[in-house]
T-cell receptor
Framework: NAGVTQTPKFQVLKTGQSMTLQCAQDMNHNSMYWYRQDPGMGLRLIYY???????DKGEVPNGYNVSRLNKREFSLRLESAAPSQTSVYFCASSGVGRANQPQHFGDGTRLSIL | QQQVKQSPQSLIVQKGGISIINCAYENTAFDYFPWYQQFPGKGPALLIA?????SEKKEGRFTISFNKSAKQFSLHIMDSQPGDSATYFCAATRNDYKLSFGAGTTVTVRA
């Protein structure tokens, strides 16, 4: 029972490089989310997708883009990485398209930008 | 600006003791207040949640107390065990897709 799977688990980039973080869920959930976690800041929502075909900005969307590829997959792209984007990125999903359903998280991607 | 303020940043408790984590919010439109538990190297996992129409919810050794008039809620971990050592996050949402998280509390339970 995989739940939410994120790839890669670790990545080091140079400033200006681009990359895509991948996320897939096997729980048939409608909603998916991308968060970043920084020390002393908790988790902050970057983007979310309430249902297949829709995406919306969260609290800290600048410098990121997302694609809801299908119901299972939701990717996060950094077009031109900056050191301020060094963080741990978490993908989550929830059912029935409502935020007050439990969000199930992956184990994160640890991203360092030099 | 964080919409949910959490304290303390960290705490140490002896095995069998009580851990208490406090959160406060300003947005009176919030109507769902979950707590998440996170172990090192893992993603957060839902621990327990409460809605503002009740003042307390208990699940095993974990209890949420909710004070709507004060706009505060807290997590109590009774009979704390070493396996409870983790980071705990409170959160709040107003019935949409945006969870606002507190900054987190690292709990260390000493055997």
């Amino acid at each position: 029972n995989a739940g939410v799977t994120q790839t890669p688990k670790f990545q080091v980039l140079k400033t200006g490089q681009s990359m895509t973080l991948q996320c897939a869920q096997d729980m048939n959930h409608n909603s998916m989310y991308w968060y970043r976690q920084d020390p002393g800041m908790g988790l902050r929502l970057i983007y979310y997708s309430a249902s297949e075909g829709t995406t919306d900005k969260g609290e800290v969307p600048n410098g990121y883009n997302v694609s809801r590829l299908n119901k299972r997959e939701f990717s996060l792209r950094l077009e031109s990485a900056a050191p301020s984007q060094t963080s741990v990125y978490f993908c989550a999903s929830s059912g029935v398209g409502r935020a007050n359903q439990p969000q199930h998280f992956g184990d994160g991607t640890r991203l360092s930008i030099l | 600006q964080q919409q949910v303020k959490q304290s303390p940043q960290s705490l140490i408790v002896q095995k069998g003791g009580i851990s208490i984590i406090n959160c406060a919010y300003e947005n009176t439109a919030f109507d769902y207040f979950p707590w998440y538990q996170q172990f090192p190297g893992k993603g957060p996992a839902l621990l327990i949640a409460i809605r503002p129409d009740v003042s307390e919810k208990k699940e095993g050794r974990f209890t949420i107390s909710f004070n709507k008039s004060a706009k505060q809620f807290s997590l109590h971990i009774m009979d704390s065990q070493p396996g409870d050592s983790a980071t705990y996050f409170c959160a709040a949402t107003r019935n949409d897709y945006k969870l606002s998280f507190g900054a987190g509390t690292t709990v260390t339970v000493r055997a």
